[in-house]
């Protein structure tokens, strides 16, 4: 039994040691002993001469809160075409559970300077990576927790000055249904990804897991749902890959810096090599659809990178010229905005994998019996994405008699923002937000 001195006195040293466990009897940090990494092997169910499954527990040993390490050593090492059944952590070493107060929240996140709020699970090092290979990796199986979260604080998000009282709010995920209520009425479905995914960079060197990057990172991407296949450049020796910042679902733009934040039970996903073809940015494929992205502090930056990204994405999976992909991108474009909170911000394009799919239909200029809709115009698209955004608030708000902090919220969690297809002058960004939420 630990006594109320005792507590009082390991409480105290954790608000400054905000990284480190401590054993049940006593103040002294939890170190990490080597894993034996043969008992983490599950039995095959067949002959067991080609590929490992290996289950992955997220413990203090295994993860690292906010930062991606690349001195330390691999918690896993697997060969190409290895399944790794992955758990990960909720935020700030799995401190952001219900219960959890948005103080406590912030007091967590400035604790320590260049740490991000993630807990990633990880280092994985993958026999016969290096730099100029690529990482394959296929989302076998999902599994979120059975609650959620979702935090704005002051002087983050897309909208700082306008909401600058900090809120958490956290949720039941029904996963038999796949769907959590919002509030009252407002039943959001499920979409469970991984908001970060990444590897090393390519200098050495501890880095923040807040901005993403040509090494993957916190991408927000919300089309990597189970069955897709991500596509990673390698840097380092080995790869190294990490994951968390767990998501059960997200809006395009995840405006209040937060999605439906949970943390995996399972993420189970099989990692393969391709060896020496380079690529500048990871890719992505969906079942029906190829996915290409660029990321840089300034969005405008990131759509200029994201429409060469796409033309190479084209000539590549098409074998057409520079002039006859560029024309295909615009024929099929269909380019949402994955976040613009993390400092780096980000877009993508979805190309389909059929060349005779139907084009896409026009974004919608106005509501219809689906959808709320708003637009927002600018020669900066970001202030186009906070035009957009900013209406859809008030228009919910005002038409849904909910407060605009709670649809601020509903926005990070659901709205679609996309750009309309851009050649010059101003950019445009519509938003929708689906009524059927609404039962």
Known sequence: MISKLRIIQCMCLSTLIMNVSFAEDSCFPYIPQPLDISSMIAPAKSDPIIHHTYILPATPATSQWGVFDSSQKPV??????????????????????????????????????NRGPHTLTGPIFVEGAEPGDVLKIHFNKILPRSYASNDSVPGKGLFPKEFPDPQVKYFYLDLKKMQMQFAPGIIVPLSPFPGTIGVARATPGSYSSGPPGNFGGNMDLREMTEGTTLYLPVFMKGGLLWTGDSHAGQGNGE?????????????????????????????????????????????????????????????????????????????????????????????????????????PKPLLLADDA????????????????????MAMINKVSETKKLSRMDVYILASLTMDCRIAPYHSGEKEVHCTMDKGMWV
């Open 76 to 113: 896993l090492t697997i060969k190409p075409g290895d399944t790794v059944a992955i758990e990960t952590m909720a935020a700030s070493d799995n401190q952001v559970v219900p219960g959890t107060t948005v103080d406590q929240i912030i007091q967590m996140q400035n604790a320590v300077k």
């Open 370 to 389: 689906k959808f709320f809709v708003t637009v927002g115009k600018d020669v900066d698209v970001e202030k186009a994405m906070k035009i957009a955004s």
């Open 255 to 359: 405006i209040d810096l937060t999605a439906i934040e949970t943390a995996f039970a399972e993420f189970n996903v099989t990692i393969d090599l391709i060896k020496q073809q380079p690529l500048a940015w990871p890719r992505v494929e969906t079942p029906t659809a190829w996915i290409a992205m660029g990321y840089d502090t300034d969005l405008n930056k990131a759509l200029d990178i994201l429409k060469d990204e796409t033309v190479k994405l084209i000539m590549d999976k098409r074998k057409v010229s520079k002039d006859q992909a560029t024309k295909i991108m615009y024929e099929t474009w269909n380019c949402p905005i994955a976040e613009v909170v993390n400092g780096v911000q980000g877009v993508y394009c979805m190309l389909p994998k059929n060349s005779n799919a139907p084009k």
